[in-house]
């Protein structure tokens, strides 16, 4: 997969907070380019052999820690990650694309153990609106390996309180996930588009369901607690499966989880056992390494006395060896084949892409028009607070003279200037919010600088 490389003129930015109203359903006018200098780069599933994907991959436990390595760089200011079984991405604020690229590279050759060479291809990366519009869709469900799953809202959300937590984030990419969240959110309100099978988890379940034709009266163990483990246990309850085991390396998270559905939590060390009794394994465990060698899988069938097994690995890296596909009795399904099956399922919900795309378009658009108005929130503050100042002065000025006046008068003569003064800062007001981030903008705004002699303000270019 190439790499998407989008520039901008523009890469001044200032704090201030703006109220951004709902978006309504409009026709598009043309915006300026987004103002906010924010890149993504990282590694999809989709598109990237699964060999280097699992090389990319990063545990809960992994993520601070990467975190502090991409914000100790020189052209960070702002970074996150977004790590699921489908993806692993690095936001960033920078106001060096090149630099933060390459600074994100040498964080994936540390991470994989590989030279860029060998992942080049297949590291997509993009900035400013192309980034927004990104991350817009992938909340939306529209570049997930199941269009619409609601899995991924909840991913996107912790990604962003891990940063957080880290210290690592700041105004801009809070603005940006937030809004990216209300995407989400708004896609599914509005369309169908996470009718039907809506999760890697789910998904898995129905593939399992479709590969052995009922799971009535089986008994299915599920690998792993995590949000997609959770998801699976109470899919497999709704398709009235016989019993449901549930495995982790915490032996209290397991036993809770299986008590919710009405199963059995096994010991991890009993693993093996209960194998050799179980119809389907799922698997979606955070490990960093294999959980079941191909010897493991080959001693469990020397004890089914050649009864079939199926076991479908979610998990990435994955939680099974893929040489385990070879032993006899054994059918090894992968995030690949889940991939493929989603697909053939995908007609229910095609026709909602294109209204979900409409949405993320204007999402992406009033995620602009809010970030250029915070460029000039302080430039338009100190306008506002410099001719306040002057109100003040002038009336404390002739308070001597307007000493005779009743307290209605004075409240009168208040009341009036202040309307004056907003009236007369209206106008350049709105002139300066519509035409923010944009060439003709910054000339306003040096025409404000000179023209209301705003020295203390940072300027927008």
Same mark, same amino acid.
Request: with cysteine; charged share 20%; glycine share 6%.
């Given at each position: 997969?190439?790499?998407?490389?989008?520039?901008?003129?523009?890469?001044?930015? /200032?704090?201030? #907070?703006?109220?951004?109203?709902?978006?309504?359903?409009?026709?598009?006018?043309?915006?300026?380019?987004?103002?906010?200098?924010?890149?993504?780069?990282? $590694?999809?599933?989709?598109?990237?052999?699964?060999?280097?994907?699992?090389?990319?991959?990063? +545990?809960?436990?992994?993520?601070?820690?990467?975190?502090?390595?991409?914000?100790?760089?020189?052209?960070?200011?702002?970074? #996150?990650?977004?790590?699921?079984?489908?993806?692993?991405?690095? /936001?960033?604020? %920078?106001?060096? $694309?090149?630099?933060?690229?390459?600074?994100?590279?040498?964080?994936?050759?540390?991470?994989?153990?590989?030279?860029?060479?060998?992942?080049?291809?297949?590291?997509? =990366?993009? /900035?400013?609106?192309?980034?927004? !519009?990104?991350?817009?869709?992938?909340?939306?469900?529209?570049?997930?390996?199941?269009?619409?799953?609601?899995?991924?809202?909840?991913?996107?959300?912790?990604?962003?309180?891990?940063?957080? !937590?880290?210290?690592?984030?700041?105004?801009?990419?809070?603005?940006?996930?937030?809004?990216?969240?209300?995407? &989400?959110?708004?896609?599914?309100?509005?369309?169908?588009? +996470?009718?039907?099978? #809506?999760?890697? %988890?789910?998904?898995?379940?129905?593939?399992?369901?479709?590969?052995?034709?009922?799971?009535?009266?089986?008994?299915?163990?599920?690998?792993?607690?995590?949000?997609?483990?959770?998801?699976?246990?109470?899919?497999?309850?709704?398709?009235?499966? &016989?019993?449901?085991?549930?495995?982790?390396?915490?032996?209290?998270?397991?036993?809770?989880?299986?008590?919710?559905?009405?199963?059995?939590?096994?010991?991890?060390?009993?693993?093996? *056992?209960?194998?050799?009794?179980?119809?389907?394994?799922? *698997?979606?465990?955070?490990?960093?390494?294999?959980?079941?060698?191909?010897?493991?899988?080959?001693?469990?069938?020397?004890?089914?006395?050649?009864?079939?097994?199926?076991?479908?690995?979610?998990?990435?890296?994955?939680?099974?060896?893929?040489?385990?596909?070879?032993?006899?009795?054994?059918?090894?399904?992968?995030?690949?084949?889940?991939?493929?099956?989603?697909?053939? &399922?995908?007609? +229910?919900?095609? +026709?909602?892409?294109?209204?979900?795309?409409?949405?993320?378009?204007?999402?992406?658009?009033? /995620?602009?028009?809010?970030?250029?108005?915070?460029?000039?929130?302080?430039?338009?503050? =100190?306008?506002?607070?410099? #001719?306040?100042?002057?109100?003040?002065?002038?009336?404390?000025?002739?308070? %001597?003279?307007?000493?005779?006046?009743?307290?209605?008068?004075?409240?009168?003569?208040?009341?009036?200037?202040?309307?004056?003064?907003?009236?007369?800062?209206? *106008?350049?007001?709105?002139?300066?919010?519509?035409?923010?981030?944009?060439?003709?903008?910054?000339?306003?705004?040096?025409?404000?600088?000179?023209? $209301? !002699?705003?020295?203390?303000?940072?300027?927008?270019?």
């Amino acid at each position: 997969m190439s790499q998407t490389f989008v520039a901008t003129s523009d890469d001044s930015l /200032y704090r201030g #907070a703006v109220h951004c109203t709902p978006a309504v359903h409009q026709p598009r006018r043309p915006q300026p380019p987004c103002p906010t200098p924010v890149l993504v780069a990282g $590694f999809k599933h989709r598109g990237t052999p699964l060999g280097i994907f699992e090389r990319m991959t990063l +545990s809960a436990a992994e993520i601070p820690k990467a975190l502090r390595r991409l914000a100790s760089s020189a052209h960070m200011t702002e970074v #996150a990650i977004l790590a699921t079984c489908n993806r692993t991405e690095v /936001y960033a604020v %920078s106001g060096n $694309f090149h630099g933060a690229i390459s600074d994100i590279n040498r964080f994936f050759m540390e991470l994989s153990g590989l030279g860029h060479e060998e992942f080049t291809d297949h590291l997509f =990366s993009a /900035y400013n609106e192309t980034a927004v !519009h990104h991350l817009f869709n992938v909340t939306a469900g529209l570049d997930s390996a199941v269009v619409g799953e609601t899995e991924i809202l909840g991913q996107v959300r912790m990604a962003f309180k891990a940063a957080a !937590h880290g210290g690592v984030t700041g105004p801009h990419l809070s603005t940006l996930f937030r809004h990216a969240l209300e995407t &989400g959110k708004r896609a599914r309100a509005e369309t169908s588009i +996470s009718r039907g099978t #809506a999760s890697v %988890s789910h998904a898995a379940v129905e593939l399992a369901t479709n590969r052995i034709g009922s799971l009535s009266g089986r008994t299915v163990l599920v690998l792993g607690t995590g949000e997609i483990g959770v998801s699976m246990v109470h899919a497999l309850q709704r398709a009235r499966v &016989g019993e449901v085991l549930v495995a982790n390396r915490t032996p209290q998270k397991a036993a809770q989880l299986a008590q919710q559905v009405g199963g059995r939590a096994v010991p991890i060390h009993e693993l093996p *056992t209960a194998l050799q009794s179980v119809d389907v394994l799922l *698997t979606a465990t955070s490990s960093d390494s294999v959980v079941l060698t191909r010897n493991d899988v080959e001693l469990v069938m020397a004890s089914r006395h050649g009864r079939q097994l199926l076991i479908v690995d979610t998990a990435m890296p994955r939680d099974v060896d893929p040489s385990a596909s070879r032993v006899a009795g054994v059918t090894l399904l992968d995030l690949g084949a889940i991939q493929e099956f989603v697909e053939r &399922g995908l007609d +229910s919900r095609r +026709s909602e892409i294109q209204g979900v795309q409409a949405i993320v378009a204007q999402e992406c658009d009033r /995620y602009t028009a809010c970030a250029t108005a915070r460029l000039v929130a302080p430039l338009i503050a =100190s306008m506002h607070s410099k #001719a306040e100042r002057t109100r003040a002065d002038e009336c404390a000025r002739f308070e %001597s003279r307007l000493a005779d006046l009743s307290p209605e008068q004075h409240q009168a003569v208040e009341a009036l200037t202040r309307q004056l003064v907003a009236k007369l800062l209206h *106008t350049p007001t709105v002139r300066l919010k519509e035409h923010a981030g944009t060439v003709r903008g910054n000339r306003m705004a040096d025409g404000a600088h000179a023209l $209301f !002699h705003l020295d203390e303000t940072p300027r927008l270019a």
